[in-house]
């Protein structure tokens, strides 16, 4: 089992930032990519970013490049996601995900392919 634990959210006003951060442990060094998901209220789930353990290769929605970045620290079992420029429509329960095992690049934003996630963790930005 794998358990993973996000940190970071709050609340920020409009063209602030903020950094989350996704703390994993149980069985940490089974993991091949992680991936960082939000859910607004009365939407659904939605892809924001995912980086592969090995390697670092870092995948984006459209909505998020150039303002947030996804990084991970392997030997902290850590994986973050770095939010500037916020826009209130980033208003969301933001989630980590952990995929254990091969993932093809195009299925890296399908939530369906991830193994294991988090608690979630609420980012509200004010206009």
């Known amino acids: 089992q794998v358990q993973l634990v996000e940190s970071g959210g709050g609340l920020v006003q409009a063209g602030g930032s903020l950094r989350l951060s996704c703390a994993a442990s149980g069985r940490a060094s089974s993991g091949y990519a992680m991936g960082w998901f939000r859910q607004a209220q009365g939407k659904e789930r939605e892809f924001v970013a995912a980086?592969?353990?090995?390697?670092?290769?870092?995948y984006y929605a459209d909505s998020v490049k150039g303002r947030f970045t996804i990084s991970r620290d392997n030997n902290q079992n850590t994986v973050y996601l770095q939010m500037n420029s916020l826009k209130p429509e980033d208003t969301a329960v933001y989630y980590c995900a952990r995929r254990t095992s091969f993932l093809a690049a195009q299925s890296m934003a399908l939530m369906t392919a991830y193994d294991y996630w988090g608690q979630g963790t609420q980012v509200t930005v004010s206009s």
């Open positions: 980086i592969k353990w090995s390697g670092g290769l870092t």
